[in-house]
């Protein structure tokens, strides 16, 4: 039994990173470089008034940072995809 509750354990911690994994703070020089677009692509459809539908972003004062992997940008991203 000991064996069972440790290998739950590690299973536990692995799926923990894989989610904080999932849920990385990225800035838009690293959005661009994952969307294989250029940086003042990403800034553009961030800006409010340029896109009717900008891209999902948290702005901390003046810094623009995006939430890889979380739901909001997965579906930014399919409703675009053809």
């Not at 440790?6 to 692995?14: F, N, V």
């Amino acid at each position: 039994m000991h064996n069972s509750t440790e290998r739950k354990d590690a299973y536990s911690r692995i799926n923990a990173q894989i989610v904080e994994r999932l849920d990385e703070i990225i800035d838009a020089r690293e959005l661009a470089k994952r969307w294989q677009v250029p940086q003042t692509w990403i800034r553009n459809w961030t800006r409010e008034g340029y896109a009717n539908d900008p891209i999902p972003h948290v702005k901390l004062g003046r810094y623009v940072r995006f939430e890889w992997g979380s739901a909001s940008l997965s579906e930014w991203w399919e409703k675009r995809r053809r």
